[in-house]
């Protein structure tokens, strides 16, 4: 997501629901999986966005701490 966005896209994501995968319509976000179960593995391939500090967020109700730091140089 672009910096700044987490508390924006964890609001919308629990509005969006299960049905979108937790995912909201939102242009912060770079990327996005769907959702995965204990024990599964999910791959994303995307553009990687302009250098700079972006963040991963888990939007799954609950997991606001499962967070991370994408740096693009």
């Known amino acids: 997501?672009?910096?700044g966005s987490q508390e924006e896209v964890?609001?919308?994501?629990?509005?969006?629901?299960?049905?979108?995968?937790?995912?909201?319509?939102n242009t912060n976000?770079?990327?996005a999986t769907s959702l995965a179960n204990p024990g599964d593995e999910v791959t994303?391939?995307?553009?990687?966005p302009a250098a700079g500090t972006?963040?991963?967020?888990?939007?799954?109700?609950g997991h606001a701490s499962m967070k991370g730091i994408l740096v693009v140089n």
């Open 1 to 3: 997501i672009n910096p």
């Open 10 to 25: 964890n609001t919308q994501a629990m509005e969006a629901g299960a049905d979108a995968n937790f995912v909201p319509e």
């Open 29 to 31: 976000i770079i990327a």
């Open 44 to 48: 994303v391939t995307f553009t990687a």
């Open 54 to 61: 972006y963040q991963y967020i888990c939007t799954y109700p």
